[in-house]
């Protein structure tokens, strides 16, 4: 689940660009409200980036299989990727 919410569909990293990529179409006395939100949306980014670093820091390759995280533990690691 914090995988999903790290950079998913609707996780933090969408729902950042979404707010920045929104700038260019409303009216501009709202602009800068809009960059403060998603620049808001990063920092909740790396607070779930920081969650799943210490949950999975000490996992052995065996249990992130059985986490359901083997395909991105072949693939990435234990680095965070989106």
Not at 20 to 43: H, M, S, W
Not at 63 to 78: I, M, N, R, S, T
């Amino acid at each position: 689940l914090l995988m999903e919410q790290y950079g998913g569909a609707d996780g933090e990293l969408a729902a950042a660009l979404r707010y920045l990529n929104q700038r260019y179409t409303i009216p501009d006395k709202v602009i800068g409200l809009l960059t403060d939100i998603g620049t808001e949306e990063f920092a909740h980014l790396e607070m779930i980036a920081t969650m799943v670093y210490k949950m999975t820091k000490d996992a052995t390759p065996r249990q992130l299989e059985d986490a359901g995280l083997g395909p991105h533990f072949v693939a990435h690691e234990k680095a965070l990727f989106y």
